[in-house]
């Protein structure tokens, strides 16, 4: 019974190995192919750049979040800003796909059923982009407050271990289902 559940460990790194290394070389790629310059590819860039989807999909979330709290504000393709008051430019870095490609990784190589895959991929995708908006949202906001303009902080640092934190936790709720059925 330990050499099974050795094997199955094994396995699991491996394709966690290969699928966040596969994913994440994917992502640095693609990010090349769909940025001018370099080795840009127009048609690419206009069809499948989901991280310029991504992108707005959080910078127009967090002006929506801004909003409601009484700020006015303004997007274009890179920046959410609180007019002549605040600004955050929103590259690749920001949006959280490396984070994403962990988590994907992850969840495809665990062993569980396609069911509980879908459904974990699906809710832990929502919580990262929800966190990354509400990120966004909160660091315009904060540096509109005319003592924190000049402030640094570290955002970027602080969502990483904000959100590897929330993802160790889904992990062990994950693994803890796992140990109240059979492997399979």
């Given at each position: 019974m330990k050499k099974i559940h050795e094997n199955i460990i094994a396995v699991f790194i491996a394709k966690f190995s290969v699928l966040f290394t596969v994913s994440y070389a994917f992502d640095y790629a693609m990010t090349?192919?769909?940025?001018p310059g370099g080795y840009y590819n127009e048609w690419i860039d206009n069809h499948f750049n989901y991280v310029?989807?991504?992108?707005?999909?959080?910078?127009?979330?967090?002006?929506?979040?801004?909003?409601?709290?009484?700020?006015?504000?303004?997007?274009d393709q890179y920046h959410l800003r609180i007019p002549n008051v605040s600004t955050v430019k929103m590259v690749f870095s920001c949006i959280g796909t490396g984070i994403l490609c962990f988590w994907w990784a992850f969840v495809l190589s665990f062993p569980q059923p396609a069911k509980s895959k879908a459904r974990y991929l699906l809710v832990g995708t929502l919580v990262i982009v929800l966190l990354n908006i509400l990120r966004v949202a909160g660091l315009v906001m904060i540096r509109s407050v005319n003592s924190m303009k000049h402030t640094k902080i570290d955002h970027h640092l602080i969502f990483n271990i904000?959100?590897?934190v929330l993802i160790f936790l889904m992990i062990?709720?994950?693994?803890?289902?796992?140990?109240?059925?059979?492997?399979?």
């Open positions: 090349g192919i769909t940025v310029a989807f991504l992108r707005t999909l959080i910078l127009k979330s967090a002006g929506f979040v801004v909003h409601h709290f009484g700020f006015d504000y303004t997007i904000v959100v590897y062990v709720r994950i693994v803890d289902k796992l140990d109240k059925k059979p492997l399979q």
